[in-house]
């Protein structure tokens, strides 16, 4: 059964792709290789000793796309990760996020709407905001966006959600992820360093590593444990299965309705201070940091209620965040060489 993913060579996509191999799928990719490389085909192909059919094609290019549906037609399913996903820079470049994240979610849609075409989007808890109850289920109200970034995932939704409603076959469901971390066991894939890291845990090992000086810990004044703010860090292992078991169910028709929501996280929440803590566990090494003030649009709490994911898709995450961050590590050292 042939399935495509859309940025497959990405950070969470190259992670699906290796479980959906591992799962017997024959995998498709398309990337425009703008915020990953071309090696990360051959480490599939290292971990799973298949080698994925690649296209390099741009989605919001709808000619190419289209183009690609002519030679691809017996595709059964679509995850789509290919987006861009830094909120700060969102809030700088809002019309290259609305291209790139809503334009080409529509290419992609006009091609298959009418096709029996199973489709999973990869979402975000972002769409809550801060949420007024913890855990977060999802009936949590979606609140205005904090960023550009967030608001293509709200629109992405409901974009994906009226197609449903016109096209009884075409079948969707949206995965609303917390902070994935972490890497695939073998070091041969994980979270590509392009840049300033803006999130926590590529900060932290890079901090570890030597690469960066100190790590500054954005406010220690939230109403929380320890005062610094609260997120549900899930393995990216962990997540990769959850988009099996989505695709498995709707491959095997058991949703009821044809556009589902799923929070996926570990329902657990960690502080910042909790996790460089439990890095320092599973490194062995001491962290530099300094507490500094905010950053503009941090949600104080989030973490996901579980209980509709584990059992509508018989998933749960089983990493622990000390296991997590000791992957980060393993690959960070491999990246350095060290
Ligand atoms: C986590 C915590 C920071 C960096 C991200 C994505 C978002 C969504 C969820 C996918 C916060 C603190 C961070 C640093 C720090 N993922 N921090 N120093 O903001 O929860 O959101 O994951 O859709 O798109 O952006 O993740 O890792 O940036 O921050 O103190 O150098 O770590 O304040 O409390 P965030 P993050």
Request: charged letters at 25%; one cysteine or more; hydrophobic letters at 25%.
């Given at each position: 059964m042939k399935i495509l993913v859309t940025g497959g060579l990405g950070y969470i996509g190259s992670h699906v792709v290796v479980e959906l191999q591992e799962q017997g799928y024959d995998v498709v990719i398309i990337d425009n290789l703008s915020n990953t490389s071309i090696d990360v085909l051959d480490n599939i192909n290292s971990i799973t000793g298949l080698k994925p059919k690649f296209e390099q094609l741009d989605v919001r290019d709808k000619t190419e796309l289209s183009e690609f549906f002519k030679r691809h037609h017996d595709i059964e399913g679509i995850i789509h990760f290919a987006a861009s996903k830094a909120v700060g820079e969102s809030v700088e470049k809002p019309l290259l996020y609305y291209e790139n994240n809503i334009n080409a979610l529509v290419y992609l849609l006009q091609n298959i709407?009418?096709?029996?075409v199973n489709f999973i989007f990869s979402s975000?808890?972002?769409?809550?905001?801060?949420?007024?109850?913890?855990?977060?289920?999802?009936?949590?109200p979606i609140k205005a966006a904090e960023s550009p970034y967030g608001n293509t995932k709200q629109i992405g939704e409901e974009i994906i959600q009226d197609t449903c409603k016109v096209n009884p076959n075409f079948k969707a469901i949206a995965l609303r992820y917390f902070n994935p971390i972490g890497a695939h066991d073998s070091a041969l894939i994980g979270e590509l360093p392009l840049g300033?890291?803006?999130?926590?845990v590529p900060y932290i090992t890079q901090t570890a590593i030597g690469l960066r000086e100190q790590l500054s810990v954005?406010?220690?004044?939230?109403?929380t444990r320890d005062g610094t703010a609260i997120r549900d860090y899930i393995h990216v292992v962990d997540l990769a299965k959850a988009h099996v078991s989505a695709l498995s169910r709707l491959l095997e028709k058991k949703?009821?309705?044809n556009f589902e929501v799923f929070n996926v996280g570990t329902g657990e929440g960690s502080t910042v201070i909790e996790v460089i803590t439990a890095f320092e566990k599973a490194s062995g090494q001491k962290l530099n940091y300094k507490i500094v003030g905010r950053r503009a649009g941090d949600v104080v709490e989030a973490f996901a209620q579980t209980d509709k994911v584990n059992s509508a898709l018989g998933w749960k995450s089983q990493y622990s965040l000390e296991e997590a961050l000791a992957s980060s590590w393993a690959w960070e050292k491999k990246v350095r060489g060290k």
């Open positions: 709407q009418d096709k029996k975000s808890c972002t769409v809550y905001g801060q949420a007024d109850d913890l855990p977060i289920t999802e009936n949590a300033v890291p803006q999130n926590l954005y406010g220690d004044d939230y109403p949703a009821k309705v």
